[in-house]
């Protein structure tokens, strides 16, 4: 390996012939290139899959009741079905080890003023893990705290494009809005992912709307994260089991679709991640096939560069060079130049995943790359093929007898 007149012998052959040489060098360089760029672009089609799904919690049950459309156990149909406090703690309280964090949520459309400033705003009643299921951050101030809903405080968390509409000078945190002709007082801004809509939105504690209603404990909607250690499928089965378990409570026909309906992320996320496997997987055998492509082109060159060099392998033999010596040569220059060649795919492949950033956004393609362990196994690959593919042609070149080298055309 570190036989100074070997190394000289190597880089003379490929000064020599350098036609050949950057064809060896190409196929290699080619497949890295295709790899890194196809697996980049499956990955920025993963980013944006996922970033698709991080609008709200994504591992998200909500739950609504409607009015029924069958009658059941003497109850007649078109019936109304409300859920109520208790309802939201005994679909909480039904498996509480596959729960992440929950809210209810109770929903009313009402007039906010400020100053000379007012407008109709979405007012949500909920607990402190609404942030959670929202996936809210908090920009100034803070969110609900268990004593805000103990004390059924007026307390109120406004969304960032409330601030810019009613409070427009200075930090709204301490500011009273006038919500229906109750004063609540500003504890917190938020923003969030889901855009301008959920951005107007304003959340006060559950217990002071629903009082503020005239002591109902009406709950709109009841949102739970499950726990995300559940699979998608075990997910879905946890959805369907609270659908079933409200339908008996609330004495609603099993197969009454719009009395209590349910909607489960996870049967969105399974439907995705079969759809990312199978892209991953054409992306992958796409990508093999352009190494294997890499692997058969050097392959190939090595065959003719031995067939080649036969003559020069009979001198060799015939002067005293040992077999052993001969295939290492040949061996040292397949793997010099698939080294090198795969060091100029792997730059140029990262060098293109760079320029493409953001530029395949509107293609639904966000922050194409590669990890460095995928790259390094792919070319720990091409250069293990290139031993390969110089090892098996000159080992059987050294077998032959010296005279019959010499005697190839």
Do not use: C
């Amino acid at each position: 390996m570190f036989d100074l007149d070997r190394w000289q012998e190597i880089f003379s052959s490929i000064r020599s012939n350098v036609l050949r040489t950057v064809l060896s060098g190409f196929t290699v360089a080619l497949g890295l290139f295709i790899f890194i760029v196809l697996f980049g672009i499956g990955k920025g089609l993963q980013n944006a899959f996922t970033e698709g799904f991080a609008r709200d919690a994504q591992n998200l049950i909500s739950i609504f009741t409607g009015k029924t459309t069958i009658a059941y156990k003497g109850l007649q149909s078109d019936r109304t079905i409300t859920m109520n406090n208790d309802d939201y703690d005994f679909l909480v309280g039904t498996d509480k080890e596959k729960v992440g964090y929950s809210t209810p949520r109770y929903t009313a459309n009402l007039m906010v003023k400020y100053g000379k400033e007012s407008g109709s705003y979405q007012i949500n009643g909920a607990d402190t893990e609404e942030k959670y299921i929202e996936n809210r951050k908090i920009l100034e101030g803070r969110y609900l705290t268990p004593m805000d809903l103990q004390r059924k405080q007026n307390v109120a968390v406004i969304g960032r494009m409330v601030q810019r509409d009613l409070i427009k000078n200075g930090s709204p945190v301490g500011k009273d809005l006038d919500i229906n002709g109750t004063m609540f007082k500003v504890v917190g801004v938020f923003s969030d992912d889901g855009g301008d809509w959920d951005e107007r939105h304003i959340t006060i504690p559950i217990s002071t709307l629903q009082q503020m209603k005239k002591g109902s404990d009406t709950v709109s909607t009841v949102y739970i994260a499950y726990n995300d250690k559940l699979t998608p499928q075990e997910a879905i089965k946890y959805g369907d089991e609270l659908k079933d378990k409200l339908k008996a409570r609330k004495s609603v026909s099993p197969d009454d679709e719009n009395g209590v309906r349910i909607w489960n992320n996870a049967q969105n996320m399974n439907d995705t991640f079969m759809f990312m496997a199978v892209l991953t997987g054409i992306v992958g055998f796409i990508g093999l096939g352009t190494l294997i492509a890499g692997i058969i082109g050097i392959s190939n060159i090595m065959v003719y560069i031995v067939k080649e060099r036969t003559k020069e392998i009979g001198v060799r033999k015939a002067i005293g060079a040992k077999p052993k010596s001969i295939v290492a040569l040949i061996v040292q220059e397949s793997v010099v130049i698939t080294v090198v060649s795969g060091f100029v795919g792997v730059g140029l492949g990262v060098l293109a995943l760079s320029l493409i950033g953001t530029r395949l956004e509107e293609f639904f393609i966000k922050d194409p790359h590669v990890g460095w362990g995928d790259i390094f196994l792919a070319f720990l690959a091409l250069v293990f093929s290139g031993f390969i593919a110089g090892f098996v042609p000159a080992y059987r070149a050294s077998k032959i007898k010296p005279i019959e080298a010499l005697r190839t055309e």
